[in-house]
């Protein structure tokens, strides 16, 4: 069994808007691109011009379809990968260690030399935000970019994730969910952010941003007012009209 | 114990060099940033990709397809050397040649063609990002044969743009996304404006504004979008216009605006029978008359001071005059077009209706706001401010693809235009080198002589009869029957018309179909099956009836089994391209823009960029403007074209460091030119003042800074056209008037459809009966066309496509997800697996497009779910419609720009026992280049 760190520093983690979201996979395959070139082990496909390709993603876009009782069906787009809990049950499960959640700022992450491929973390994941990797065996997760967002080799402004950065529509956010004066906080509190599943006591850091309500244009119905009763008139009016516009009726 | 944890290294390197250049993974062409590392050998191949945040188009961000580029430079599908056919068309059985060999086929075939009857040639480039190229090409080659795919892509919406206003969506503008309020999003095609739309979208959303889709299906941005209206298919127009009556009867337009800057005052005449009757009022010079509001007399419509009356009447020779917005209250203001009349029709409930009129007003009126920047119009008038009218539109083929689509785009336009939202501050912005009006466009030439090139450009825009494309006899000049009587304003040809006429022999028998990155033998062709069919088809002496094909492609498609040769394009990290000015642009709103491609990395096969090989043909075939007189070699490549060909002395390909390196738009050829756009990241970035930034057909300082930047060569202002006198003048002579006359066949067609002003009739429902359900396809957000399924990352997230069904005919069919349905058309029938979508408009049914795919091709397995499950929806929608017992055949498409309707397809659903796999089932094609790997893991760094 792994511990957990008593607390960490920073809590840093995403917050995802699930109103912008147009669920494009963009994040999915900048993510897919990153991390088979850096961190760790590539991300290995199986299948992959075959009859059932299946390779590791280390994010994936899920959409459910919502249908309200009252009004129309909704579609919504639903990127989903680890939340770095608090209280993480895929690190204290880990029989070797290689799982752990870091003190400096919350990133959890696979010491994949130590990982044994056993598959504990994955089945624990509440959220089945790890993949084994079917090539090298050992679990393959979301490393929050670690290897971008301290990266002197980067730009300031590229510190952030690959998601992040790439996301057309602005709908992924990264930053000090600890800090509650940083920018994703106050978007949180702004927008009403919520924990995924918090019945599952995990506490994750990643915060979701729900959609906005839908819908609502002919909820109270408003219509324009005809300018003469009738159509003949329209002519008329166009006349008054143009008086009153500047240099009218000079 | 104390917490322990591992040491990491945080800074890794991240790659060794950064290689700028411009996306390819679908039309958008953002910029792109290629992250190159050295593998084990020491050679540089590509790492990573990502978005190049300083590109005008994409700002650092990139959609799904652009990241996974690198699986599509490493894709097993890659075409590897020059293909000759051995077995029949069809099987894919070929010979590996050299390019000697390849080039030398081809110029055999090609020469005595042009020597003797080059229309023989019918050249079609597809999804080609290089048609000022490849279309002067076949000009110098001299056939009047040429188009890329807008014919069956989206030019319904760009002709009615360019007719009405200048321009229209993507390409030509986009909506002032840091100040719109209110955004209105008709059927899109995803490839067209990708990123940027996601982005405007983003801003919009953060800013809170409101966001409101238009669309049968409520995915991707109609799922983001705040309100949805679930259209039913082809009836955009009828709501179009029924929000203009609304706005026009609440007297909710902008008539200022509409009386400085758009043809609503112009003088029509009022003179039933008379060759004169719904034409404009024009001095003898031809310019537009108005009646000026200060003197009450007709004044020329850009004479210094002039005010524009949109009331007053004229008589003159017993003909009376009314201004345009009077003829649009008289349509207009009639309760066809009421709420309560449409609403049925396009299943949209009248209250909706109103209510989205009603928040349109709100916020053009009552969030109208103004920008501190001054400027000065044609007339000479200086305005202390800019009004900005903050609605914004956008719409491109799910309106277009309709044979009522030119209409019903036109509608949309003209709604903008009302709104006094187009070119203002909030609202619907051009990118240069557009406004660009219709009559400063190029007109079609198919002037042909043997030996000698086209008496000039091919495509272009028609005014009027005269400028059809028909022979002496009246026959049609091209082998698409573009400019014709049949559709006359197509401005981008009919690729989809190509290979059944060319079958047919109609209007003329071809020798060589010549085509470029266009998929005829599947997912780009109506009537798949039929067109496999004209392709292998033979003779009574077993000739093909189409004698010879060349293609051209980058990968093993469905198409290149049925070429007799096979020419293998680079991918498009291996090659130069160039995003010309001349052709279609990546400028921004306030920005001119251009950009290219260059080799990040060498082809490790046999493979050559298209536009190389087109030039060492033209050379060996001795076309003019491709050798010197001496004939010798004009152009080494595409890169040298590139670089030193001037479409006219000191324009270019490139707009950008021409002359010494300090020149932008115009200037000498600049041999460092390349370099200086691969050191600024590929592109090119050249920003319009500020007073010049909004009213840009109208705004002295835009129309001087364009003539300066070489966009044109005097300013040309210009007025909207609400009124599109070409039409009217397609309806005289169907009326009997002129010279240049149509068969009689299409007389009341032509009445009836080319209205000057917008109308919406019903598509043509011949056949339909039994047929009650609207079927389309959309393009997912991380594929573009069939080039996905090869991409081992992008068919992980798209590799089914399931026939979605609203809950209403899942529940009427007895159907359930995994059920298999038989779909079924007039023209055909495929079985398909089913899928229940609620967020759907409930008498609508659709699928992905091109997942599909073929046995054999992409180098995918046999039994990829692609070729197993995937289908299309082609089999089912022809290129004519069904016979109507006339004896002619009419074709499926847009009677005015003879745009492809797919979307026009209706379709009749049954439940059926599960059968093996989805039908039709073609017998496999074999593949030039085996399958892929079994398993990826890909890393290039040690």
């Known amino acids: ?250 | 114990m104390a917490y322990r944890q591992p040491v990491l290294e945080t800074s890794p390197e991240v790659s060794d060099e950064i290689r700028r250049t411009t996306c390819y993974m679908c039309a958008c062409r953002c910029g792109i940033n290629v992250h190159m590392k050295s593998g084990p050998d020491g050679k540089k191949r590509v790492a990573y990709i990502e978005g190049n945040r300083d590109h005008p188009v994409n700002k650092g961000v990139l959609c799904a397809k652009g990241s996974a580029g690198i699986m599509q430079v490493n894709a097993p599908s890659r075409l590897r050397a020059p293909l000759k056919r051995v077995g029949p068309r069809g099987s894919g059985e070929f010979e590996e040649i050299s390019w000697d060999e390849a080039m030398e086929i081809a110029t055999g075939w090609l020469k005595p063609l042009r020597e003797e009857a080059p229309e023989k040639l019918a050249f079609f480039t597809g999804r080609d990002q290089s048609q000022s190229f490849t279309g002067w090409w076949a000009q110098q080659f001299g056939t009047p044969n040429y188009a890329a795919h807008g014919g069956f892509c989206s030019v319904n919406m760009a002709t009615a743009g360019i007719y009405t206003m200048g321009g229209a969506f993507w390409e030509f503008g986009q909506p002032d996304w840091d100040h719109t309020k209110l955004f209105l999003l008709f059927g899109v095609a995803e490839d067209h404006d990708s990123n940027p739309i996601k982005m405007g979208i983003g801003k919009i959303k953060a800013r809170g504004a409101r966001v409101i889709g238009v669309n049968p299906v409520r995915t991707g941005y109609n799922a983001a979008a705040d309100d949805w209206i679930g259209i039913t298919p082809g009836t955009d127009g009828l709501f179009i216009l029924s929000l203009v009556h609304e706005l026009m009867k609440a007297g909710k337009i902008d008539l200022d605006y509409l009386a400085r800057y758009t043809n609503a005052p112009c003088l029509v005449a009022e003179a039933p029978g008379s060759a004169q009757h719904g034409l404009l009022l024009r001095d003898e010079g031809g310019k537009t008359l108005v009646i000026d509001r200060a003197s009450g007399k007709l004044a020329p419509f850009d004479r210094p001071g002039v005010r524009p009356d949109l009331t007053a009447t004229h008589e003159q020779d017993g003909v009376t005059y009314r201004p345009v917005l009077h003829l649009m209250a008289d349509r207009y203001l009639s309760t066809d077009y009421a709420p309560e009349t449409v609403a049925g029709r396009c299943g949209i409930p009248a209250d909706k209706i109103r209510a989205v009129a009603a928040e349109i007003a709100r916020v053009a009126f009552d969030e109208a706001f103004e920008l501190d920047r001054e400027w000065t119009d044609f007339r000479g008038e200086t305005h202390k401010t800019m009004v900005g009218r903050p609605v914004s539109f956008h719409a491109m083929r799910g309106i277009s693809a309709h044979a009522n689509g030119f209409q019903s785009c036109r509608a949309l336009h003209v709604l903008q235009i009302l709104l006094g939202t187009v070119e203002v501050p909030g609202g619907f912005r051009f990118k240069p080198p557009y406004p660009k009006p219709s009559h400063i466009h190029p007109k079609p030439h198919c002037g042909v002589t043997p030996g000698a090139p086209l008496d000039g450009p091919h495509l272009g825009f028609v005014h009027g009869p005269e400028d059809l494309a028909l022979r002496d006899d009246g026959s049609p000049a091209r082998i698409d029957k573009a400019f014709t009587w049949e559709n006359p304003m197509s401005a981008h040809g009919l690729m989809h018309m190509v290979i059944s006429n060319a079958h047919a022999g109609d209007p003329y028998k071809i020798d060589t179909l010549f085509m470029y990155m266009a998929n005829m033998a599947w997912n780009s062709s109506m009537n798949t099956k039929g067109v496999m069919e004209m392709l292998t088809d033979t003779d009574e002496s077993g000739d093909y009836v189409i004698p010879r094909i060349i293609y051209s492609d980058a990968y093993s498609s469905e198409m290149v089994a049925y070429a007799d040769l096979v020419l293998p394009d680079a991918t498009y990290l291996e090659r130069h391209d160039c995003i010309s000015l001349l052709d279609r642009p990546i400028c921004e709103a306030d920005a001119m823009a251009d950009a290219i491609r260059w080799p990040v990395i060498e082809p490790d096969r046999n493979v050559k960029g298209f536009q190389s090989v087109l030039i060492d043909l033209g050379v060996r075939l001795a076309l003019p403007g491709l050798v010197s007189e001496d004939g010798s070699a004009r152009y080494a490549d595409y890169a040298d074209y590139i670089v030193n060909h001037e479409r006219k002395p000191g324009i270019g390909p490139l707009a950008g460091w021409r002359g010494d390196g300090t020149g932008a738009g115009r200037g000498a050829p600049n041999p460092e030119q390349l370099n200086r756009y691969i050191d600024n990241g590929g592109f090119f970035e050249t920003h319009i003042p500020a007073e010049a930034s909004y009213y840009k057909p109208w705004n002295a300082a835009y129309q001087d800074w364009a003539v300066s930047m070489g966009l044109f060569d005097s300013p040309q202002p210009y007025l909207f056209q609400l009124y599109v006198e070409p039409l009217r003048r397609f309806q005289l002579a169907a009326e009997g008037h002129g010279e240049r006359q149509p068969p009689d066949h299409l007389r009341e067609r032509i009445k009836t459809t080319m209205d000057p002003l917008p109308i919406w009739y019903e598509t043509d429902q011949q056949g339909n009966e039994g047929f009650p359900v609207n079927a389309l396809t959309q393009r997912p957000m991380a594929m573009y066309h069939s080039w996905g399924s090869q991409n081992a990352w992008l068919r992980q997230l798209h590799g089914h496509n399931p026939l979605y069904m609203p809950t209403r005919l899942m529940r009427e069919h007895g159907l359930k997800d995994g059920d298999w349905a038989r779909v079924s058309s007039p023209h055909g029938e495929i079985t398909v697996p089913v899928m229940e979508m609620a967020a759907l408009n409930d008498n609508t049914v659709w699928t992905w497009n091109a997942i599909g795919k073929r046995k054999g091709a992409w180098a995918l397995e046999e039994d990829a779910p692609e070729a197993t499950r995937g289908f299309l929806l082609n089999h089912l929608i022809h290129e004519l419609l069904p016979p109507r017992g006339d004896g002619l055949r009419w074709a499926n498409s847009d009677p005015i720009t003879g745009q492809a309707a797919w979307f026009d397809l209706k379709v009749k659903i049954e439940k059926v026992a599960a059968p093996t796999e989805s039908q039709p089932v073609f017998p496999p094609i074999k593949s030039p280049v085996g399958t892929g790997p079994k398993r990826l893991r890909w890393k290039v760094g040690k």
């Open chain 1, 1 to 250: 069994m792994t511990t957990l760190p008593e607390s960490t520093d920073r809590k840093l983690g995403l917050v995802i808007d699930l109103d912008t979201c147009v669920g494009c996979h963009a994040c999915v395959i900048s993510c897919k691109g990153w991390n088979t070139e850096n961190y760790g082990a590539p991300l290995s496909d199986q299948s992959p011009y075959g009859a059932d390709p299946s390779g590791t993603f280390l994010n994936r876009v899920h959409s459910y379809e919502v249908q309200p009782e009252d009004g129309l069906a909704q579609l919504i787009h639903f990127p989903k990968s680890c939340l770095h809990c608090e209280d993480a049950p895929c690190v204290t499960v880990c029989p070797t260690g290689a799982s752990y959640k870091r003190t400096e700022d919350g990133i959890v992450l696979v010491n994949e030399s130590d990982c044994i491929g056993c598959g504990l973390c994955a089945w624990s994941c509440p959220y089945g935000a790890r993949e084994l990797d079917a090539a090298e065996g050992v679990m393959k997760k979301c490393t929050l970019c670690v290897d971008r967002i301290y990266n002197d080799n980067l730009p300031e402004e590229d510190r952030m994730p690959a998601c992040v950065r790439t996301c057309p529509a602005g709908a992924r956010h990264f930053g000090d969910l600890g800090d509650p004066d940083s920018a994703v906080s106050q978007l949180v509190a702004e927008r009403g952010g919520l924990d995924l599943m918090p019945e599952q006591g995990t506490r994750p850091v990643n915060k979701y941003l729900p959609p906005r309500p839908k819908d609502r244009i002919a909820a109270e119905p408003r219509a324009l007012e005809p300018v003469v009763e009738e159509a003949t008139g329209f002519l008329g009016w166009l006349d008054r009209a143009l008086d009153r516009l500047p240099g009218g009726g000079d």
